[in-house]
């Protein structure tokens, strides 16, 4: 009794729903911002948005999965195979959110009063009530989404109108329903704050008109969030009533009871006991759910027991609403009554909102979180493989790189040895080529000029086209720009710069260089340039080293020796071969006074005798053949050839 009192003060201090008196009679103020209704509706709300979120993710895995089902290394058909069932599971997941709600079950003997209680709760007369066995099968309230009234039988489709409860009554009773069916009943949720908050109702026929208890447990029980069981004040808990939800703890664990002692405005009419009556109907009840159900602890099961009218509570609210109302007089006490009421709802309230979240919920985001850590898995190992992969493919282009690096070092040693040997063949019947240009030779200075350039084109063009015929993938290398390009007098062919290593280009860029050709030959192979013309410097070291011996031997006068003839002969040949008789000239004067007058006289007459001979022959096709030979030892281009092959040059020359 100090439970019911405190409840109550609590209750008129506003602890409750907002109620408001109005002309004697209570309003309920239909903004629910604060019903505890609101943490399963704001729960739902957000795990909604987390799987659409990892509808999302998973479908994002998916499309990658077949960006890269071309890659079975990367993910095999099964991968892909896997993650796609991922979208059907949160796909269903979505769908059965979407129909998730709260739900409480109403259980009692037969006219104890459960569709009044549920009219009550709804501010309305919906369900058909009366005396007797009204209820002939489970009806299921829920709010309507067209916010249209109308209701369905199990199977079917079609909406039946419901515009009043003895309409409903009396439809239902055309159908003859099996007791055990189900008719859905939409009702607007503007209409209902536990409708707006996806609170479903249903009434059962009474237990005690039964035998299909475990049919109904099974069929309309197992996903319920709370049970209320309308007893009757009047009397006292029946083994009908105790039956059943001794069933029911036996196939859901901790199942949350409210036990409503209903049509407490009786005791009204006896206020001497009403005292007694509540304590001992009280105690039974906690002793029903915590000692033989075990559903909760003694003070957990006192805060679940309330002593009501659902018959004033209903007739209260249909004033509210300025409803008709058949029997408009209340009992003494109705207020008190309906303030429990009123509390019973808000403990429900809280109890099925928790309920809800802690099995629907959980349960929801369990399996969300093992899908996107089973898909994160699938695309972890994905990415795994392509690390991997990359990392094999990067090992065997690097080997790749190391091996084109070799090859094309061994190529450009190659086309270097190539042309190298190219070059010299080619720099070694230069003579050949200049012998071939036959345009009359004049020895003017202007025509000599002129000759000298054209032979000079006669040439390059010659070695040119001679490179580009034994070279044509050198040729090719150095590109059409280099093709095209004009050659300078002093640049060889651009083809061949491209593609001649660098260390051979600069001795091929000196080649055309020829200082001493016109001394020669304004002096008519006079002395200046002997050292030149005479070919290798092993010759004019030689001389020097024969005249160092000669003047050990100074004033042996007599016969030339062998060894002196040699010499002489050897004098006389360069003598011949250079043209040089000045500097023979030079040099005998030297001899004479190394070697002694014989040597001498022996040599200025050899000399004489060229001389007279070189007079008599100097005619212009002799200094033609002569411009053409010092031409080719002075564009000799040794240095071109590289160091290993300049003796052989020297000898093959
Ligand atoms: N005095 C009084 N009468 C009530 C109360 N609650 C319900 N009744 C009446 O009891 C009768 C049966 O009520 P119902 O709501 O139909 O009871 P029920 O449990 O749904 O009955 P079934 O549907 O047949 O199982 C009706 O005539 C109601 O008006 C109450 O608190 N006080």
């Given at each position: 009794?100090?439970?019911?009192?405190?409840?109550?003060?609590?209750?008129?201090?506003?602890?409750?729903?907002?109620?408001?008196?109005n002309n004697?009679?209570?309003?309920?103020?239909?903004?629910?911002?604060?019903s505890?209704?609101?943490?399963?509706?704001?729960?739902?709300?957000?795990?909604?948005?987390?799987?659409?979120?990892?509808?999302?993710?998973?479908?994002?895995?998916?499309?990658?999965?077949h960006?890269?089902?071309g890659?079975?290394?990367?993910?095999?058909?099964?991968?892909?195979?896997?993650?796609?069932?991922?979208?059907?599971?949160?796909?269903?997941?979505?769908?059965?959110?979407k129909r998730?709600?709260?739900?409480?079950?109403?259980?009692?003997?037969?006219?104890?009063?459960?569709?009044t209680?549920?009219?009550?709760?709804?501010?309305?007369?919906?369900?058909?009530?009366?005396?007797?066995?009204?209820?002939?099968?489970?009806?299921?309230?829920?709010?309507?989404?067209?916010?249209?009234?109308?209701?369905?039988?199990?199977?079917?489709?079609?909406?039946?109108?419901v515009?009043?409860?003895?309409?409903?009554?009396?439809?239902?009773?055309?159908?003859?329903?099996?007791?055990?069916?189900?008719?859905?009943?939409?009702?607007?949720r503007e209409?209902c704050?536990?409708?707006?908050?996806?609170?479903v109702?249903?009434?059962?026929?009474?237990?005690?008109?039964t035998?299909?208890?475990?049919?109904?447990?099974?069929?309309?029980?197992?996903?319920?969030?709370?049970?209320?069981?309308?007893?009757?004040?009047?009397?006292?808990?029946?083994?009908?009533?105790?039956?059943?939800?001794?069933?029911?703890?036996?196939?859901?664990?901790?199942?949350?009871?409210?036990?409503?002692?209903?049509?407490?405005?009786?005791?009204?009419?006896?206020?001497?006991?009403?005292?007694?009556?509540?304590?001992?109907?009280?105690?039974?009840?906690?002793?029903?759910?915590?000692?033989?159900l075990?559903?909760?602890?003694?003070?957990?099961?006192?805060?679940?027991?309330f002593?009501?009218?659902?018959?004033?509570?209903?007739?209260?609210?249909?004033?509210e609403?300025?409803?008709?109302?058949?029997?408009?007089?209340?009992?003494?006490?109705?207020?008190?009554?309906y303030?429990?009421?009123?509390?019973?709802?808000?403990?429900?309230e809280?109890?099925?909102?928790?309920?809800?979240?802690?099995?629907?919920?959980?349960?929801?985001?369990?399996?969300?979180?093992?899908?996107?850590?089973?898909?994160?898995?699938?695309?972890?190992?994905m990415?795994?493989?392509?690390?991997?992969?990359?990392?094999?493919?990067?090992?065997?282009?690097?080997a790749?790189?190391?091996?084109?690096?070799?090859?094309?070092?061994?190529?450009?040693?190659k086309?270097g040895?190539?042309?190298?040997?190219?070059?010299?063949?080619?720099?070694?019947?230069l003579?050949?080529?200049?012998?071939?240009?036959?345009?009359?030779?004049?020895?003017?200075?202007?025509a000599?000029?002129q000759y000298?350039?054209a032979?000079?084109r006669?040439?390059?063009?010659?070695?040119?086209?001679?490179?580009?015929?034994?070279?044509?993938?050198?040729?090719?290398?150095?590109?059409?720009?280099?093709?095209?390009?004009?050659?300078?007098?002093?640049a060889?062919?651009?083809?061949?710069?491209?593609?001649?290593?660098?260390?051979?280009?600069q001795?091929?860029?000196?080649l055309?260089r020829?200082?001493?050709?016109?001394?020669?030959?304004?002096?008519?192979?006079?002395?200046?340039?002997?050292?030149?013309?005479?070919?290798?410097?092993?010759?004019?070291?030689?001389?020097?080293?024969?005249?160092n011996?000669?003047?050990?031997?100074?004033?042996?006068?007599?016969?030339?020796?062998?060894?002196?003839?040699?010499?002489?002969?050897r004098?006389?040949?360069?003598?011949?071969?250079?043209?040089?008789?000045?500097?023979?000239?030079?040099?005998?004067?030297?001899?004479l006074?190394?070697?002694?007058?014989?040597v001498?006289?022996?040599?200025?007459?050899?000399?004489?005798?060229l001389?007279?001979?070189?007079?008599?022959t100097?005619?212009?096709?002799?200094?033609?053949?002569?411009?053409?030979r010092?031409?080719?030892?002075?564009?000799?281009?040794r240095?071109?050839?590289?160091?290993?092959?300049?003796?052989?040059?020297?000898?093959?020359?």
């Open positions: 009794m100090a439970a019911y009192v405190n409840r109550t003060i609590s209750m008129m201090a506003g602890d409750g729903p907002h109620i408001t008196m004697g009679t209570h309003r309920v103020n239909m903004s629910n911002v604060d505890p209704l609101q943490i399963f509706v704001r729960a739902k709300k957000k795990i909604n948005d987390i799987f659409i979120e990892i509808d999302d993710y998973v479908k994002d895995a998916v499309t990658f999965m960006a890269v089902a890659d079975s290394s990367i993910a095999s058909a099964q991968d892909l195979t896997n993650v796609e069932a991922y979208v059907s599971k949160v796909q269903a997941i979505r769908e059965v959110l998730d709600h709260m739900k409480v079950a109403f259980f009692g003997r037969t006219s104890n009063g459960k569709s209680v549920i009219n009550a709760m709804l501010h309305d007369k919906i369900l058909p009530s009366g005396i007797g066995h009204t209820t002939n099968c489970f009806l299921q309230v829920e709010g309507s989404d067209t916010n249209e009234s109308f209701m369905r039988t199990e199977g079917s489709e079609e909406k039946l109108s515009q009043s409860v003895s309409q409903l009554g009396h439809a239902l009773c055309a159908t003859r329903l099996q007791e055990c069916s189900l008719v859905h009943v939409y009702w607007p209409l704050a536990l409708l707006r908050d996806d609170v109702l249903v009434d059962s026929p009474g237990v005690d008109v035998p299909n208890l475990d049919e109904w447990i099974d069929k309309y029980c197992l996903d319920a969030d709370v049970f209320v069981l309308v007893a009757n004040a009047e009397s006292t808990l029946m083994i009908a009533e105790k039956n059943f939800f001794h069933k029911v703890s036996t196939k859901i664990s901790q199942p949350n009871i409210f036990i409503l002692n209903n049509r407490w405005d009786a005791s009204a009419s006896e206020p001497e006991y009403m005292d007694q009556v509540r304590s001992q109907h009280a105690n039974r009840c906690v002793d029903f759910l915590s000692r033989e075990r559903v909760c602890t003694p003070k957990e099961a006192e805060e679940r027991i002593f009501i009218s659902a018959k004033e509570a209903l007739l209260t609210r249909m004033r609403r300025e409803k008709p109302v058949s029997s408009p007089i209340l009992a003494d006490g109705h207020q008190i009554r303030f429990e009421f009123v509390d019973f709802e808000r403990k429900f809280e109890c099925i909102s928790q309920s809800a979240v802690r099995t629907k919920f959980a349960q929801h985001s369990r399996r969300g979180k093992n899908i996107a850590a089973e898909v994160m898995s699938a695309l972890e190992q990415k795994a493989s392509k690390v991997e992969k990359q990392r094999i493919l990067q090992e065997q282009l690097t790749i790189e190391e091996q084109l690096t070799s090859i094309t070092r061994q190529m450009k040693e086309i040895k190539m042309v190298s040997l190219t070059l010299s063949q080619e720099i070694r019947r003579s050949a080529l200049v012998d071939e240009y036959d345009t009359p030779f004049r020895t003017e200075r202007s000599l000029e000298k350039r032979l000079h006669h040439v390059e063009s010659g070695l040119g086209s001679r490179l580009k015929k034994r070279l044509p993938h050198v040729h090719h290398l150095a590109g059409p720009q280099a093709r095209g390009s004009r050659q300078c007098d002093n060889p062919p651009a083809a061949l710069r491209g593609a001649v290593p660098a260390q051979l280009r001795p091929v860029r000196r055309p020829r200082p001493h050709l016109q001394i020669l030959l304004r002096d008519h192979g006079a002395h200046t340039e002997i050292p030149a013309v005479m070919g290798p410097p092993a010759a004019t070291t030689d001389v020097v080293r024969l005249s011996g000669g003047a050990a031997g100074a004033g042996a006068m007599g016969p030339l020796s062998a060894e002196e003839w040699g010499m002489v002969s004098f006389a040949l360069s003598a011949l071969t250079s043209q040089g008789t000045m500097g023979g000239l030079l040099l005998s004067g030297l001899l006074k190394t070697v002694g007058w014989r001498v006289v022996v040599t200025g007459a050899v000399y004489g005798a001389y007279a001979y070189e007079r008599l100097w005619t212009a096709k002799a200094q033609e053949r002569v411009f053409k010092q031409y080719g030892a002075v564009n000799d281009v240095p071109a050839v590289p160091p290993d092959r300049r003796g052989h040059h020297r000898n093959g020359l």
